[in-house]
């Protein structure tokens, strides 16, 4: 008998977001609770922004009943999109690979990719 719940158990994953939720300060706690409409969150490296952009999505899932398969999750950095994704996975599981996170150049390619008659012009677009 494993003294540690299984990865693939719920209760694990639930336990560590409950916890992170209650480490958080007051300002951190009021933008992880914001669950209508955007939030700008402005501080410094390792001041937990990654931390609260991933407990607000689990946040928003409890309470508002959204599916994991209907939250896009941008970064700046292929890194921080990494990180992002093992956080989620971390708190949520593997229910969490549903969340599309990607950096803002590569869901915009996606996106350009995916809708080539958006984008018509005299020449062919090409990645910088």
Request: hydrophobic share 40%; charged share 20%; aromatic share 12%.
């Amino acid at each position: 008998m494993s003294f540690f719940p299984s990865l693939s158990s719920t209760y694990f994953y639930s336990m560590t977001f409950e916890d992170k939720i209650k480490d958080l300060n007051t300002n951190q706690r009021a933008a992880v609770d914001a669950i209508d409409g955007p939030v700008m969150v402005i501080a410094g490296p390792g001041t937990g922004k990654t931390t609260i952009l991933s407990l607000r999505i689990g946040n928003i899932r409890l309470h508002a009943d959204t599916d994991f398969s209907n939250i896009l999750c941008l970064t700046f950095t292929e890194a921080a999109a990494a990180e992002m994704r093992q956080r989620l996975i971390l708190y949520f599981g593997p229910e969490a690979y549903k969340i599309q996170v990607s950096t803002f150049h590569s869901f915009c390619n996606l996106v350009i990719q995916e809708n080539p008659f958006a984008f018509q012009q005299a020449r062919e677009l090409e990645p910088i």
